[in-house]
């Protein structure tokens, strides 16, 4: 009954990929693979997106997704009307492969462990704080069947939390110009092999510029720079 209520609220969805045809691991943005323990996501872990003091989950949420959907992972947001699916394609995230259930009300927890039985990504908006009991049945059918679940918002016993910790536009200059990059300051802190905590930098839009600040170690020409504190 929870797969059929489910798919009654999912719009601009298509069967999913066939799991055994996917790699272990789903493709991320070269940045964020460094960040990632296992290189990108791995296949059976929860990778909570934190809210932060500062502004950018979403655009951090995109990124996760961008080249696992582009790979061809079958990806759904659940508890999410406010995503801006312009945005969405403009970081990389493949909509012909994204199922939304916007409003999945009160039986949010069925909904989303419906969805974990045949997406390969099932991002979970949380209405609230969600009780150790739930993120951890939860999280245990995402280790059963292979799924990836990230969490949006706090939750309790994930493999690894992405969290926002600062950030600026790029663009403008001396109050005129157009705003062509974003920067986002991305620490990853989890579990076992991620138990110290990480950060580094994400560029969104154009090519990030050349020069690197003195206080980071530069990784990659790209504008990447990781740094673990």
Sequence with gaps: MARL????????????????????????????????????????STVAVAPGPSTGATSLLYSLLAEATAAGAWCAVVG????????????????SRLALVPAPGPDWVSVVAA???????????????????????LAARARQRGNVLIPFGQWAGVDLTLTVTGGQWHGLEAGRGRLRRRE???????????????????WLGDPAPARVPDDMTPIEATGLRLVAV
């Excluded at 999912?10 to 290189?39: C, K, N």
């Excluded at 969805?115 to 990504?121: M, T």
């Excluded at 986002?184 to 994400?202: D, E, F, I, K």
């Design 5 to 44: 209520r489910a798919s009654g609220l999912v719009r601009a969805a298509s069967a999913p990929a066939d799991p055994t045809g996917v790699a272990h691991i789903l493709p991320v943005e070269p940045t964020l693979a460094r960040l990632l323990p296992w290189g990108g996501l791995r296949r059976g």
């Design 80 to 95: 999410r009307p406010d995503l801006g699916l312009a945005a969405a394609a403009e970081a990389g995230v493949q909509l």
């Design 115 to 137: 969805l974990l039985d045949g997406v390969d990504i099932v991002v979970a908006a949380t209405p609230g704080p969600v009780p150790a009991a739930t993120s951890g049945r």
């Design 184 to 202: 986002l300051t991305v620490a990853a802190l989890g579990r076992g092999g991620a138990v110290r905590s990480r950060r580094a930098t994400l």
